[in-house]
Nanobody, 120 residues
Framework: QVRLVESGGGQVQPGESLRLSCAAS????????IGWYRQTPGKQREFVAR???????IYADAVRGRFAISRHNFMSTFYLQMNRLQSEDTAVYFC??????????????WGQGTQVTVSS
């Protein structure tokens, strides 16, 4: 059972940056896609970014050009760099890892969530 542990959430002002980290309990980068979702109260979990096994980055329209996903292979850790944050980015962010066929589903692995608040 793979465990994912997030860190790096917090409160920032609009226009500022924040980096989220997700540490995996084992090296899964060769077998799983990795990425991030976010959720606000009363809404479904929303896709943010994905890094495929093949090394392609995929982004939601709302964050493309502002957010960047990356990974550190030797540390089994991946990141979400969030720049030019907006109030609309306020949410609980979840890291996720899954086989391609299980992407976005409960058959994949999920972190516990970390709160990001963008407010002046």
């Amino acid at each position: 059972q793979v465990r994912l542990v997030e860190s790096g959430g917090g409160q920032v002002q609009p226009g500022e940056s924040l980096r989220l980290s997700c540490a995996a309990s084992e090296n899964i980068f060769s077998t799983h896609d990795i990425g991030w979702y976010r959720q606000t109260p009363g809404k479904q979990r929303e896709f943010v970014a994905r890094f495929t096994r093949g090394g392609s980055g995929i982004y939601a329209d709302a964050v493309r050009g502002r957010f960047a996903i990356s990974r550190h292979n030797f540390m089994s850790t991946f990141y979400l760099q969030m720049n030019r944050l907006q109030s609309e980015d306020t949410a609980v962010y979840f890291c996720h890892a899954a086989y391609d066929a299980d992407w976005g589903s409960e058959r994949g692995y999920w972190g516990q969530g970390t709160q990001v608040t963008v407010s002046s």
